[in-house]
C-alpha cells in the first residue's frame, strides 16, 4: 500500500518568515495530495490539494508543488501569520481508490 | 450547522465495556469514512462507506470493530470489548466526490 512520510515533524517560524512542509510518497500511481489543518481541539480542514497532472497550485499565501519524478510534493506558508500555528497533515491517494493514506502530521508553531 | 456531526465528543469507558459511536454526515454526501487519530499521528483509516455499503475496511480494524450505515445516512461505530489500546481520537469524514473530505468533530474514546 501507499505510504507517506512527512519532514519536519515540528517548525518553529518567526512571524512573517516562510514555512516549508515536506512529504515523500510511495505508489507511483498516487494521483491526488490534499493538505489538511487541524488546529489545537479541532477537526481537520483541507487547506490546499492539487492533482497529479499539474505541479504547483496557489492559493494566496499557501502554494502546493508536486514533483511527481521524485515522488514528493511541498506545502509553502509564505509570511507566516500566528494563526497559521497548528499541525499540518499531507495525504496520497491512488488512483482508482477512494482511501487517502495520511503522514503523520507538521505541528507548525509560528512566533509573534 | 450542516457540517459533518459526532456524537458523543467524550467517551470515558472501563477496559471490557462496548462503545459505540454516532456520525451524521453532510446531506447527500454518500461517502463516509471512519479513522482513528493518536497523539503525534495522521488520521489512519479504520472502514469506509459508498451510501449503505461498507466497501473497504483496513487489515488493521480488529473484529472487535464493526461499522453500520444502514440507510446511507449515519453510520455507527461499536468497538466490542475496549482495551486501552483502543483510546485515541475517532473522527469520521464524508465527501459526495472523489476529492475533498469533510471530516467531523470526531469523539475522543478513554479507556480506563
Known amino acids: 500500500g501507499e505510504n507517506v512520510e512527512q519532514h519536519p515533524s515540528t517548525l518553529s517560524v518567526q512571524e512573517g518568515d516562510s514555512a516549508v512542509i515536506k512529504c515523500t510518497y510511495s505508489d507511483s500511481a498516487s494521483n491526488y495530495f490534499p493538505w489538511y489543518k487541524q488546529e489545537l481541539g479541532k477537526r481537520p480542514q483541507l487547506i490546499i490539494d492539487?492533482?497529479?497532472?499539474?505541479g504547483e497550485k496557489k492559493d494566496q499565501r499557501i502554494a502546493v508543488t508536486l514533483n511527481k519524478t521524485a515522488k514528493h510534493f511541498s506545502l509553502h506558508i509564505t509570511e507566516t501569520q500566528p494563526e497559521d500555528s497548528a499541525v499540518y497533515f499531507c495525504a496520497a491517494r491512488t488512483g482508482g481508490s477512494y482511501i487517502p493514506t495520511f503522514g503523520r502530521g507538521t505541528s507548525l508553531i509560528v512566533h509573534p | 450547522d450542516t457540517g459533518v456531526s459526532q456524537d458523543p465528543r467524550h467517551k470515558i469507558t472501563k477496559r471490557g465495556q462496548n462503545v459505540t459511536f454516532r456520525c451524521d454526515p453532510i446531506?447527500?454526501?454518500?461517502?463516509l469514512y471512519w479513522y482513528r487519530q493518536t497523539l503525534g499521528q495522521g488520521p489512519e483509516f479504520l472502514t469506509y462507506?459508498?451510501?449503505?455499503?461498507?466497501?473497504?475496511k483496513s487489515r488493521l480494524l480488529s473484529d472487535r470493530f464493526s461499522a453500520e450505515r444502514p440507510k446511507g445516512s449515519f453510520s455507527t461505530l461499536e468497538i466490542q470489548r475496549t482495551e486501552q489500546g483502543d483510546s485515541a481520537m475517532y473522527l469520521c469524514?464524508?465527501?459526495?466526490?472523489?476529492?475533498?473530505?469533510?471530516f467531523g468533530p470526531g469523539t475522543r474514546l478513554t479507556v480506563t
Open positions: 462507506f459508498q451510501n449503505e455499503a461498507q466497501l473497504e
Open positions: 492539487i492533482r497529479s497532472n499539474v
Open positions: 446531506s447527500e454526501h454518500n461517502r
Open positions: 469524514a464524508s465527501t459526495a466526490d472523489y476529492y475533498e473530505q469533510y
